[in-house]
């Protein structure tokens, strides 16, 4: 085994979070799933990565509950469980680490949200020399406010402005600046045919 599934931040605190209504793919656990199975039955690592915010007080605080894997995916026991505190998986934990006593090489990254801990990974592992698949359909995030919004703003206020970056444009600017720079890019259905031809 010299490959790993990374599936980052697909955790209860989105949800708890007040935005999940405008995410961009409200059943990604249902892909995510997909490409655990996939994982699992290829011997592969699968790394669960979870963000955590201790004493903010928000949902991705570990004292309130949010953080950890969504209610419908199962980790399986032996499968690594890391919190992280900064955007990627990398910096504040020992991901590296994990990888490097296993053997691991090539890395498939999942999760929430598109352009931010998953794109960030993503750029880290490629400069600390791994191959990366980045499964865009089994990735998500929000529409991102302009700039010069007001701070907290409401679900329909955020989809109301014409300033707001949807989330489809986030993802398609997302797959243009990674292609062929930081990762090959798949789908889930790409990674299930090619694991049938490879059977």
């Given amino acids: 085994m010299n490959r790993a599934l990374i599936v980052i931040d697909v955790q209860e605190s989105f949800r708890a979070g007040g935005l999940w209504e405008t995410i961009s793919d409200p059943k990604i656990t249902d892909r995510v799933d997909r490409l655990v199975r996939l994982a699992r039955r290829a011997g592969d690592l699968v790394v669960w990565v979870l963000h955590s915010e201790p004493g903010s007080g928000n949902a991705f605080d570990p004292a309130l509950g949010h953080v950890r894997v969504m209610d419908e995916l199962r980790r399986e026991e032996g499968e690594p469980l890391i919190h992280k505190t900064a955007h ?65 703003l409401s679900a329909a206020e955020l989809l109301a402005d014409p300033r707001t970056l949807s989330a489809q444009e986030i993802i398609r600017r997302t797959e243009y600046v990674l292609a062929g720079r930081f990762a090959t890019l798949a789908t889930v259905a790409e990674l299930e045919a090619a694991a049938g031809a490879e059977a």
């Fill in 88 to 152: 990627n998986a990398f910096t504040t934990t020992n991901l590296q680490q994990l990888l490097t006593e296993r053997g691991i090489r090539e890395l498939t990254v999942c999760g929430i949200r598109t352009e931010q801990c998953v794109e960030t990974t993503t750029r880290v592992a490629s400069d600390l020399g791994y191959g990366v698949t980045f499964v865009v359909d089994a990735t998500a995030t929000n529409p991102i406010p302009h700039r010069d919004a007001p701070a907290g």
